[in-house]
T-cell receptor
Framework: DVKVTQSSRYLVKRTGEKVFLECVQD?????MFWYRQDPGLGLRLIYF???????EKGDIPEGYSVSREKKERFSLILESASTNQTSMYLC????????????FGPGTRLTVL | KQEVTQIPAALSVPEGENLVLNCSFT??????LQWFRQDPGKGLTSLLL?????REQTSGRLNASLDKSSGRSTLYIAASQPGDSATYLC???????????FGQGTILTVHP
């Protein structure tokens, strides 16, 4: 079974802090994705990566950056957390190409105070 | 820009009913369409994936159809059970990297 894990289920941070959310997949997938999910807005893509050290902006990249130094790990970085970044963050991975299922992690609920 | 709409937003049915969830999308140039299930506070579980060249996919009591030209998909759930209660999300992929655009979801409640 594909396993996508995220470093924390719940996280509370203060405004202005630098926040790291980590995602690890164990199936040698090429593609990895970060989404955020908000009531009334649904899931929106923040960034994705199709190879090590390669990244592409999604629909809402402002205020975020990402890092993919190893194939199995994709990190989302909030350089200076703000209250409007309080959300559920979901990581996903897929093997390769558009024809493949995305597998999701359990999510991290981030609260910024 | 691709937009995905799901109808209804919420549905409550008694156990045993057959039901249909609807999904529509504005740009028919898609690679595939996926249906996911999400339980409260949890991640997403993939239910069915339909490639753009396919018309339908089946898994157990679930059947999903795709009409790409009209921009529509339906998820049919047969003989619903309380354990089917969850939010069902439809998503389309329009790029070779598999970027997904999601609908808002249908919240399904199946009561005993």
């Amino acid at each position: 079974d594909v396993k996508v894990t995220q470093s924390s289920r719940y996280l509370v941070k203060r405004t202005g802090e630098k926040v790291f959310l980590e995602c690890v997949q164990d199936m040698d997938h090429e593609n990895m994705f970060w989404y955020r999910q908000d009531p009334g807005l649904g899931l929106r893509l923040i960034y994705f990566s199709y190879d090590v050290k390669m990244k592409e902006k999604g629909d809402i990249p402002e205020g975020y950056s990402v890092s993919r130094e190893k194939k199995e790990r994709f990190s989302l970085i909030l350089e200076s957390a703000s209250t409007n970044q309080t959300s559920m963050y979901l990581c996903a991975s897929s093997f390769n190409g558009a024809g493949d299922t995305q597998y999701f992690g359990p999510g991290t609920r981030l609260t910024v105070l | 820009k691709q937009e995905v709409t799901q109808i209804p937003a919420a549905l409550s049915v008694p156990e045993g009913e057959n039901l249909v969830l609807n999904c529509s999308f504005t740009d028919s140039a898609i690679y595939n369409l996926q249906w996911f299930r999400q339980d409260p506070g949890k991640g997403l579980t993939s239910l069915l994936l339909i490639q753009s060249s396919q018309r339908e996919q089946t898994s157990g009591r679930l059947n999903a159809s795709l009409d790409k030209s009209s921009g529509r998909s339906t998820l049919y759930i047969a003989a619903s059970q309380p354990g089917d209660s969850a939010t069902y999300l439809c998503a389309v992929s329009g790029t070779s990297y598999g970027k997904l655009t999601f609908g808002q979801g249908t919240i399904l409640t199946v009561h005993p």
